[in-house]
């Protein structure tokens, strides 16, 4: 602590300064130095908070967006608005004051709408992606720690352990077998093998391989090093231009919506062709016939269109954040709810990640373990009796427990009210069941303290450690933990009752495997191996033969009941679960039992099966079995290609640094949050912040009610403009006194957009949204089933304006007062449409029955809004003025409400065959 001391007072550099040195040409000693740090106890918590206050967060400077001004200019580059803005500027030449100004409102209108709506929706999404960060493993005050990255600051030492992303520029210490891919710094695809000597000046920084780079991912082995640059100051961050992604918001349908927006505005600009034809055909006037076509133009755009599918969007996204589910690239909320089939891992998804041992053989006894989770509390029993782990009939025991206490990278900790691991969870409970024993890891390590490690990996499916005994016994000892399969095919010995070598029967020993596999447990083996005290390394081919059995270690990680649940959820939804893991195949399977993906009939598929297969029988095999155990990662790519070629929409969760190809290739890639590395993290789609499953299904379920939502909009707001544009054009052709004007047209849309189609993104899921089939992907934009139901609802829109304007003006012969009840018309027609489709009925039956259920408020909110607007646009003298209408009679108004209630009816009738809830 005294160097710590000297280097707190000794820290004088900065950013800047920092920028001179060239780092993979200094000795390690000299890099220490330099930076004032400790090259075994780090930093001092208080020195790093100093430098942290010094030279801020590490993290990159955002690239500057777009200024407002230009955003907001952005939001007339629509094709539908072209033709309005021309519309009122020839509309201003012709010196009709009030229509131009009317058509310039309502457009700046929708254009600051969107503009609003557009920059919620980038903020909600920009937000959700800092939300997810990536943290570190640090020594600090001679503790190891874990930091959100953004705390690092020059001076740390930083571990490296396979699938972690490099979170600051370092260099390094110490490595062993450290790989690191660099791709997206240095366009090398073969992951580069690190070292700790010096390098010349010259080297380029593709072959700098003492340092590791902020950004790039460790692919195997594990190193140290020392952070040298942070933030900006990086060299990632010196091109971060080059690398840094921007938030868009174009998915597969915005693309479809602006494609349809095109092909409309053809068809609108013909129709308006047509109507100017007629008109000068019919011997009307210029300006006349060009109003005319002016009302059309208008009638016939859906300005709202664009902006209300943006801020669907944007709301299902936040929705799902606060179910747990983020959202990093948004075409995955639409392709959620299309998703038929979920590849689900078991470990901490589907479980509670909650490892707690519960059966042990070693000294060919069995023994038992009460106790849950990482809590040190609980008995070793045999026969249901205590047992003493120290006593000389259990000698097996007391080593086998030793064993998983010793081969172990993790340790527990009291921490916000419980216990809970530091590292994996299995190893977690090797620890808390040997504290149950009385043995203490901090105790055991200082007797017998570690010289070297091969870290777990998933090829070799096994970690060892090598420690040193007392001087006396003149030997050290490896202590190997891994799946039965790698452990006992190098086993030669297992030790009896009293810790006497006797041969190995492996069939005895796999009986017990499947005995506790039976069970629902995960089982490892434990080994020991012997060599000369003068050894002080560990290489794979030091426990390839040899070695001596010491037990078996069987635990289970309990299901997830909230898990269970959304399994029937997603079962009911027509959704497939399938489990992949890693674990045996009969593990696999008594928990796939337990929650409910599969029955007792079902077949289980293991690794080594799949691998001898073809392609069609791969295809065939992922298609029928739900449960896949003792799968390498590569099969799981093999697995996921295999059920997209059977034209399934997969969704897969993963969280190492080999399931990054299967995630990628999945149309939905979902990575755990918590227990998941960086390199799955940046290779999904969605995040789950708490690694449940049941976050899954409730994304799926927001995925579909989005897309609800955005059909509902669609089929709600295409019938006004085409019933409008209707009215127009047959009023054109028939040679009769328009019903409508283009100004009035205007108004209508501006309500309907604002107070009757916003709501509609806000509409909560309904009950149903779960229990129908998957959405086909490839289904288009106006589906058959929705063609019909905008021409239903269109031609009634029609008939409310058009006889109810005949129908009063052959009454009273009055224009003004005949248009305006057509209006009110409409909109009453209107609100009893957006009843008839949304949760606001349903839900307050609902309360009023006394079910639990939400009341949905946004529609209700939305048709007093237009109320209000209806009585002002006819009651009101300043507006009678400007959009030529006049006040309307209690009974006249009553009129009104009674000619759009049919459409109630109507909607019954069409909810039958196509459901919009």
């Known amino acids: 602590m005294a160097t710590n001391t000297i280097a707190k007072n000794s820290f004088a550099q900065t950013t800047k300064d920092l920028l001179n040195y060239e780092w993979h040409t200094l000795p390690q000693q000299k890099v220490v130095k330099t930076l004032a740090s400790h090259p075994e106890a780090g930093l001092t918590h208080e020195e790093a908070a100093t430098r942290h206050q010094q030279m801020g967060a590490n993290q990159l400077t955002g690239k500057g967006g777009k200024s407002p001004w230009l955003r907001f200019l952005e939001q007339f580059n629509q094709p539908l608005l072209y033709i309005l803005l021309t519309a009122g500027v020839v509309t201003l030449l012709l010196q009709d004051w009030i229509d131009a100004g009317v058509i310039f409102a309502v457009t700046l209108i929708n254009v600051i709408i969107g503009y609003i709506q557009e920059s919620k929706a980038e903020g909600a999404i ?45 260099r390094l210490l110490s490595v062993r077998g450290l790989q690191v891919d660099e791709s997206a710094l240095t366009g090398e695809s073969v992951p580069v093998e690190k070292v700790t000597h010096l390098l010349d000046v010259e080297t380029p920084l593709a072959e700098r391989s003492n340092m590791a780079y902020t950004g790039s991912f460790v692919t195997f082995g594990q190193g140290e090093g020392i952070v040298v640059a942070i933030a900006d100051a990086t060299e990632t961050g010196r091109i971060s231009q080059l690398i840094e992604g921007s938030t868009g ?216 450690t090598l420690h040193e005994l007392d001087a006396k016994s003149g030997v050290n000892v490896i202590y190997i933990k891994g799946s039965v399969e790698a452990v006992l095919k190098r086993a030669k010995h297992l030790l009896d009752t009293q810790g006497q070598l ?59 009941q909230e898990a269970i649940a959304a ?90 640094v080999n399931d990054a190809p299967a995630l990628k290739q999945a149309d939905i890639g979902v990575a755990m949050g918590i227990a998941g590395s960086d390199v799955a993290k940046e290779s999904a789609d969605m995040l789950l912040t708490d690694d449940n499953f049941a976050s899954t299904e409730a994304a799926v379920e927001e995925g579909r009610a989005v897309y609800r939502n955005l059909r509902k909009a669609i089929a709600f707001m295409l019938p006004i403009n085409v019933g409008e544009s209707m009215t127009i054009l047959i009023g054109i052709l028939l040679a009769t006194v328009l019903p409508i004007l283009p100004i009035q047209i205007l108004w209508l849309n501006m309500v309907s957009s604002v107070a009757l189609i916003a709501p509609l993104a806000f509409e909560p899921k309904s009950g149903q949204v779960m229990q129908q089939p998957p959405r086909n992907p490839n289904e ?31 009454t009273t012969g009055n224009e003004a007062l005949a248009r305006t009840m057509a209006i009110n018309g409409l909109v009453a027609a209107e609100v009893f449409y957006l009843l008839s489709i949304t949760q606001f009925l349903p839900s307050v039956f609902a309360r009023i029955q006394g079910k639990s259920r939400s009341v949905a408020y946004a529609p209700a909110i939305g048709i007093v809004g237009v109320v209000i607007l209806q009585c002002l646009f006819s009651q009101w003298g300043m507006m009678n003025q400007v959009f030529d209408t006049t006040p309307l009679t209690f009974t006249q108004a009553l009129i009104c409400i009674g000619v759009g209630f049919p459409v109630v009816l109507i909607a019954v009738i069409l909810q039958r065959f196509d459901p919009l809830n």
């Not at 939804?573 to 009939?601: E, N, P, W």
């Open 567 to 656: 399994i029937r959820a997603c079962q009911e939804a027509g959704i497939k679960v399938k489990m992949i893991t890693g674990d045996h195949a009969l593990t696999a399977f008594a928990i796939a039992r337990q929650i409910g993906i599969c029955s007792a009939q079902e077949q289980v598929f293991t690794g080594g099966q799949l691998a001898q297969m073809d392609e069609q029988e791969l295809a065939q095999a992922a298609e029928q079995s739900m449960v896949f155990a003792r799968v390498a990662p590569e099969q799981k790519l093999r697995l996921v290609k295999a059920l997209q070629l059977k034209g399934e929409i997969v969704a897969m969760t993963g969280d190492g």
């Open 126 to 170: 920009a937000a959700l992606s800092k939300a997810v960060t990536t943290e570190a493993t640090v020594i600090r005050n001679g503790q190891k720690t874990r930091l959100a990255s953004t705390e690092l600051v020059p001076g740390d030492l930083v571990l490296l352990a396979s699938g972690d992303k490099v979170p600051a520029d370092l």
């Open 249 to 464: 918001l174009k998915t597969p349908l915005t693309r479809k919506i602006d494609k349809f927006s095109k092909t409309l505005l053809y068809v609108i600009l013909g129709l308006a062709a047509l109507t100017f034809a007629v008109g000068l055909g019919q011997g009307g006037s210029l300006i006349n016939v060009f109003k005319a076509s002016v009302a059309l133009v208008v009638s016939a755009i859906p300005e709202g269109l664009p902006a209300i599918v943006t801020v669907t969007l944007a709301i299902g996204v936040s929705r799902m954040a606060r179910r747990h589910a983020i959202i990093r690239k948004l075409p995955a909320v639409e392709a959620l709810g299309s998703t038929t089939v979920i590849c689900s891992d078991k470990t901490g998804t589907l479980t509670e990640n909650q490892m707690t041992v519960q059966a042990i053989y070693a000294g060919k006894q069995k023994y038992s373990v009460n106790g849950i989770g990482y809590a040190p509390d609980g008995e070793i029993l045999m026969d249901q009796k205590s047992v003493d782990p120290n006593a000389d009939r259990h000698v097996a025991l007391r080593e086998c427990l030793e064993a998983g206490l010793l081969c172990n990278d993790s340790h527990i900790e009291w921490r916000d009210g419980q216990w809970s691991v530091v590292g994996t969870p299995t190893e977690g409970a090797l620890i808390a069941v040997a504290e149950k024993a009385g043995f203490t890891q901090a105790t055991l390590e200082q007797e017998m303290p570690r010289i070297d490690t091969i870290p777990f990996e998933s090829q070799y499916q096994y970690m060892a």
């Open 780 to 810: 288009k934009l106006l589906s058959g089933s929705l063609v019909q139901r905008i021409v239903a609802i269109s031609v009634f829109n029609w008939v409310v304006i058009f006889g109810m304007f005949q129908s009063v003006l052959q």
């Open 502 to 560: 006797t041969p190995v029967n492996p069939a005895a020993v796999e009986q017990e495997v499947e005995r506790m596999a039976e069970q629902g447990l995960r089982v490892l083996a434990f080994a020991r191996k012997e060599v000369a005290a003068n050894r002080q390394s560990l290489d794979h081919t030091d426990i390839e033969d040899s070695l001596v059995l010491l037990g078996l270690q069987g635990m289970i990680d309990p299901p997830r």
